[in-house]
C-alpha cells in the first residue's frame, strides 16, 4: 500500500460529518493520509485530523453545542455575524495555533475577496485560516488576514486538489457538495442555498476528475448544509459510502 496518499475534503456546511464517517472508514482499512488539503468544512474536519484528534474523538467534539452554532447563526441574525463561536471551538480544541505544529500537513482552501483569487495556506496561522476558510458569503462577516478580507474557500475552489498533486502520489477526493436535481425549491433560504451548491460546484468538476479516487457522498445530498442535529447519520453516510469503495480504494493505492 502507498505511504504518500493525499486526501481532499469539499465544503457542504453540515454534511462535512460525513467527512468524519470517510476518515474512520479509511482508517479502520489502514489508510492513513500523509496530507489533507480542504475547503469551508472540509479544512474544518481536517484540521481536526491533522491536529491527532481521532474520527471517533472528532465525532464527539461535532456534538458539543459550541460546535453546533458554527454554521446556524448566519440565518438567525439579520446582519452578518462574525465567526465567534468557531473561533472558540477550535481555540479550545487546538492548543498550538499553526499549521507548523500539525502532526499532518495541511492545506486550506480560502478566497481572497480582494484580488478575486483562490489561495491555499499552508503556513503560520492556523485558525484564522480555518474560520476564512468557513465563512459563507452573505452569512457571515469576513475575516481579515494581513489587510485582506477573505470568505469561504469553496467560492472559488471547493476540492482544492492542487497542493496534493504536487506532493502525494496518489489522491482520494471526497464530495458532499449536492448538485443533483432537486424537484422542489421554496423559499429565499432554499433558493440561496441552492444558488451557493451549484455555484460551488461548477469549481469541482474538473479538480474531481484529477483525483485518483474520486467519491461522492450522495446520500448526504438530502441533508442541507444546515443540517446541524444529523451529526451521527452524516457519519455512517460517510462511513458506509466509503466502505463500499474500498475494495476500489484498496486496489488503487
Same mark, same amino acid.
Given at each position: 500500500?502507498?505511504?504518500?496518499?493525499?486526501?481532499?475534503?469539499?465544503?457542504?456546511?453540515?454534511?462535512?460529518?460525513?467527512? $468524519?464517517?470517510?476518515?474512520?472508514?479509511?482508517?479502520?482499512?489502514?489508510?492513513?493520509?500523509?496530507? $489533507?488539503?480542504?475547503?469551508?468544512?472540509?479544512?474544518?474536519?481536517?484540521?481536526?485530523?491533522?491536529?491527532?484528534? #481521532?474520527?471517533?474523538?472528532?465525532?464527539?467534539?461535532?456534538?458539543?453545542?459550541?460546535?453546533?452554532?458554527?454554521?446556524?447563526?448566519?440565518?438567525?441574525?439579520?446582519?452578518?455575524?462574525?465567526?465567534?463561536?468557531?473561533?472558540?471551538?477550535?481555540?479550545?480544541?487546538?492548543?498550538?495555533?499553526?499549521?507548523?505544529?500539525?502532526?499532518?500537513?495541511?492545506?486550506?482552501?480560502?478566497?481572497?475577496?480582494? #484580488?478575486?483569487?483562490?489561495?491555499?495556506?499552508?503556513?503560520?496561522?492556523?485558525?484564522? #485560516?480555518?474560520?476564512?476558510?468557513?465563512?459563507?458569503?452573505?452569512?457571515?462577516?469576513?475575516?481579515?488576514?494581513?489587510?485582506?478580507?477573505?470568505?469561504?474557500?469553496?467560492?472559488?475552489?471547493?476540492?482544492?486538489?492542487?497542493?496534493?498533486?504536487?506532493?502525494?502520489?496518489?489522491?482520494?477526493?471526497?464530495?458532499?457538495?449536492?448538485?443533483?436535481?432537486?424537484?422542489? $425549491?421554496?423559499?429565499?433560504?432554499?433558493? #440561496?442555498?441552492?444558488?451557493?451548491?451549484?455555484?460551488?460546484?461548477?469549481?469541482?468538476?474538473?479538480?474531481?476528475?484529477?483525483?485518483?479516487?474520486?467519491?461522492?457522498?450522495?446520500?448526504?445530498?438530502?441533508?442541507?448544509?444546515?443540517?446541524?442535529?444529523?451529526?451521527?447519520?452524516?457519519?455512517?453516510?460517510?462511513?458506509?459510502?466509503?466502505?463500499?469503495?474500498?475494495?476500489?480504494?484498496?486496489?488503487?493505492?
Amino acid at each position: 500500500m502507498n505511504n504518500n496518499i493525499g486526501l481532499v475534503l469539499s465544503g457542504g456546511g453540515a454534511r462535512g460529518a460525513a467527512h $468524519i464517517g470517510v476518515l474512520q472508514a479509511l482508517n479502520e482499512n489502514g489508510i492513513f493520509p500523509s496530507h $489533507i488539503s480542504g475547503a469551508s468544512a472540509g479544512a474544518l474536519i481536517g484540521a481536526l485530523y491533522c491536529a491527532g484528534y #481521532s474520527p471517533l474523538e472528532m465525532l464527539e467534539l461535532s456534538k458539543n453545542h459550541t460546535f453546533l452554532k458554527i454554521f446556524k447563526l448566519g440565518f438567525i441574525n439579520k446582519s452578518l455575524t462574525e465567526m465567534t463561536h468557531l473561533k472558540e471551538f477550535l481555540h479550545h480544541v487546538i492548543k498550538n495555533d499553526s499549521f507548523e505544529n500539525l502532526k499532518t500537513p495541511l492545506f486550506v482552501s480560502v478566497t481572497n475577496l480582494n #484580488s478575486g483569487a483562490n489561495e491555499i495556506i499552508s503556513k503560520g496561522k492556523l485558525i484564522e #485560516s480555518i474560520i476564512a476558510s468557513c465563512a459563507i458569503p452573505l452569512l457571515f462577516k469576513p475575516v481579515t488576514i494581513n489587510e485582506n478580507l477573505y470568505v469561504d474557500g469553496g467560492v472559488l475552489n471547493n476540492l482544492p486538489i492542487e497542493p496534493l498533486l504536487k506532493s502525494c502520489e496518489k489522491t482520494i477526493g471526497i464530495s458532499v457538495c449536492t448538485h443533483l436535481f432537486k424537484p422542489e $425549491i421554496k423559499g429565499l433560504k432554499a433558493i #440561496s442555498e441552492r444558488c451557493i451548491q451549484l455555484a460551488i460546484w461548477n469549481t469541482m468538476q474538473e479538480r474531481f476528475k484529477k483525483c485518483d479516487i474520486s467519491i461522492e457522498i450522495d446520500k448526504s445530498f438530502s441533508y442541507s448544509m444546515f443540517s446541524l442535529k444529523n451529526t451521527d447519520e452524516l457519519f455512517k453516510i460517510g462511513y458506509e459510502t466509503t466502505m463500499k469503495h474500498m475494495n476500489e480504494i484498496l486496489e488503487k493505492i
